[in-house]
């Protein structure tokens, strides 16, 4: 498997939504573990480790 770096979310506005509303209320320690058990979910979702240190080597490289 290969890291999908084209968009791939048939409704981007509406995901991006959904993680924004997801955080609505959230104090920023509640927010960082949200993402945190997100990152963790999507992670065990892909399952494949090598897509997974493809997609840390792409955002660790954005930022600089």
Do not use: C, F, Q, W
Not at 6 to 30: F, I, M
Request: charged content about 25%.
């Amino acid at each position: 498997m290969t890291l999908i770096t084209t968009r791939n979310v048939a409704d981007p506005d509406a995901a991006y939504e959904l993680l924004l509303s997801a955080h609505e209320g959230l104090s920023k320690a509640e927010s960082d573990a949200l993402n945190a058990r997100l990152i963790l979910t999507l992670i065990n979702h892909i399952g494949d480790i090598e897509v997974l240190r493809e997609a840390l080597h792409l955002v660790r490289d954005d930022t600089g």
